[in-house]
């Protein structure tokens, strides 16, 4: 009878023991456990600047490039951008490091638009360079600067017609 029991126990014991392992197995199998590594220690040239990961002893660069980006702060660090190196990388655009990427285009209108009876200035930035645009006045034909998107524009309006019937100073009265 004691054998028996012995013999029952080591079954439980067998069975619970496979239990713990086959939940073992699959809790880690599912558990995530985030990358494997950034930016900074994966052995590559994320943003193209011609530099991998943060420098360190055993650290080495598998694609060519060459160990030691001043984007890296440590291995760690996941984003190997190094905003000021004046190289537009990837990652980086004019909105978020204009010291490499350059001033990103925009358009201003003083008079808020293609409005013919009000003299206004287009300015702004376009290709990285400022500008500023007056509407002017060529006999009665007015060149009229608006705004479409981040760029300007001009169009040249007839001013004699509808209720008006010249051009004077930039805008059709």
Same mark, same amino acid.
């Given at each position: 009878?004691?054998?028996?029991?012995?013999?029952?126990?080591?079954? *439980?014991?067998?069975? #619970?023991?496979?239990?713990?392992? *086959?939940? /073992?197995?699959?809790?880690?199998?599912? #558990?995530?456990?985030?990358?494997?590594?950034?930016? =900074?220690?994966?052995?590559?040239?994320?943003?193209?600047? %011609?530099?991998?990961?943060?420098?360190?002893?055993? /650290?080495?660069?598998? +694609?060519?490039?060459?160990?030691?980006?001043?984007?890296?702060?440590?291995?760690? +660090?996941?984003?190997?951008?190094? =905003?000021?190196?004046? *190289?537009?990388?990837?990652?980086?655009?004019?909105?978020?490091?204009?010291?490499?990427? %350059?001033?990103?285009?925009?358009?201003?209108?003083?008079?808020? &638009?293609?409005?013919?009876? #009000?003299? %206004?200035?287009?300015?702004?930035?376009? &290709? &990285?360079?400022?500008?500023?645009?007056?509407?002017?006045?060529?006999?009665?034909?007015?060149?009229?600067?608006? =705004? %479409?998107?981040?760029? /300007?524009?001009?169009?040249?309006?007839?001013? #004699?017609?509808?209720?008006?019937?010249? =051009?004077?100073? &930039? /805008?059709?009265?």
């Amino acid at each position: 009878m004691k054998k028996k029991y012995m013999e029952k126990k080591n079954i *439980i014991a067998v069975v #619970v023991i496979i239990i713990v392992i *086959i939940l /073992a197995i699959t809790l880690s199998n599912s #558990v995530y456990l985030g990358p494997s590594s950034s930016q =900074c220690s994966d052995q590559r040239d994320n943003d193209g600047d %011609g530099f991998c990961d943060y420098k360190s002893k055993r /650290a080495k660069c598998v +694609d060519g490039s060459t160990l030691g980006d001043s984007g890296c702060s440590s291995r760690s +660090d996941n984003n190997e951008n190094n =905003c000021g190196d004046l *190289i537009c990388g990837s990652g980086e655009t004019c909105s978020t490091c204009t010291i490499d990427c %350059g001033q990103c285009d925009s358009c201003s209108d003083s008079d808020g &638009g293609f409005a013919l009876n #009000v003299k %206004g200035t287009v300015s702004g930035i376009s &290709g &990285g360079t400022s500008y500023s645009n007056t509407d002017t006045c060529d006999g009665v034909v007015l060149l009229e600067w608006y =705004c %479409g998107g981040n760029k /300007a524009y001009s169009s040249p309006w007839n001013c #004699v017609g509808n209720t008006t019937t010249n =051009c004077v100073d &930039g /805008a059709c009265v």
